[in-house]
């Protein structure tokens, strides 16, 4: 299989960069003058500095490369990628098309696998997710992720075709979950933020990420998911990761958020859309989501951070 990777953000950038140094790959970038500056300096310095681009790696703007390769990695935001799909429709037909980011879409609520289905029926759909950060890809730091494929004779060639030296894959074909798993950790990591940036201390954390996955696994299980894939990489794994480290978007904001700072809003921030989008998902189900309801209204400015701490703590008590 021949790859490209469709987005020269930084999270595309580092698994181009990784699958480059096992062999040629491509690198497209839909801004022309941002694709010749990377072609020329060997680095994308705006989305990911310091990460040198291997000598197997191409960057182009020109879509007709897209011809050239059987499987596309799309690591373009969650809420443009029907656009991007529905643009380039005819040319990404009968593909293998890996979607490389994570999140529910704010208008139909639905996960980037069942969004590529719709929009382009004729390509297989795929997802790659799991606890990563673009610099430890790039830097060739040991990273594990989850393929999820549902016919399992295309998830092992993927599998074989996309691990690399620092990128161990493990492959499911529970679409759902992967799905799932790797949208809602973005909206705990956000309350996660919040209760940091609040200086509601550590153990208060740990209860949002335990109540957290409680959710994530209760949406989940409601469509279907197998409950083993939110146990592993796409589900806890990427909840452990993103609700611990500043290197997460989603938890930069929570802490702006209980900091009752602004935040940049040209950053983009997943699961903010995310949150919205299964908040209202919730209502419709049924399904009882108090910290994904909570951190859309900290998001809408129906609540302060002290507000939702107390919302939260007052719920009824229950077992466990």
């Excluded at 699958?19 to 003058?33: E, F, I, Q, V, Y």
């Excluded at 529970?174 to 996660?192: M, S, T």
């Excluded at 083993?228 to 806890?236: H, N």
């Excluded at 859309?296 to 107390?310: C, P, S, Y």
């Amino acid at each position: 299989m021949s790859v490209a990777v469709l987005g020269a953000g930084a999270f595309g950038t580092a698994l181009a960069i990784s699958l480059a140094r096992k062999a040629p790959a491509t690198l497209w970038c839909r801004d022309a003058n941002h694709a010749a500056e990377m072609q020329a300096a060997r680095e994308n310095s705006r989305r990911l500095p310091g990460a040198p681009l291997p000598d197997g790696l191409t960057v182009t703007s020109d879509v007709s490369s897209f011809e050239a390769h059987d499987t596309l990695l799309l690591a373009v935001p969650m809420q443009k990628m029907r656009a991007f799909l529905m643009q380039h429709r005819a040319v990404l037909a009968n593909k293998t098309l890996v979607a490389s980011c994570k999140g529910i879409e704010l208008d139909s609520g639905l996960g980037p696998v069942s969004v590529l289905r719709e929009a382009v029926p004729e390509a297989t759909a795929a997802l790659l997710t799991g606890p990563s950060f673009a610099a430890d890809i790039a830097q060739g730091l040991p990273t594990a992720l989850t393929l999820a494929c549902a016919p399992d004779g295309m998830g092992e060639a993927l599998q074989t075709t996309l691990s690399t030296s620092n990128l161990r894959l493990y492959r499911t074909t529970d679409l759902v979950g992967a799905e799932i798993g790797g949208a809602l950790k973005n909206v705990i990591a956000i309350a996660c933020g919040a209760v940091i940036g609040a200086q509601l201390g550590d153990s208060a954390r740990a209860a949002l990420m335990t109540r957290g996955y409680a959710e994530m696994q209760r949406l989940a299980l409601a469509r279907g998911a197998k409950p083993a894939t939110l146990a592993g990489l796409s589900g806890f794994g990427d909840l452990t990761l993103t609700c611990s480290s500043e290197q997460s978007r989603n938890f930069r904001l929570g802490l702006s958020l209980g900091r009752g700072e602004e935040f940049d809003p040209a950053i983009t921030v997943e699961g903010a859309a995310t949150a919205r989008a299964t908040a209202q998902a919730a209502q419709k189900m049924g399904l009882e989501m108090p910290i994904t309801q909570t951190v859309t209204n900290l998001l809408d400015q129906r609540l302060t951070i002290t507000e939702a701490v107390d919302q939260l703590l007052k719920r009824p008590l229950k077992e466990e």
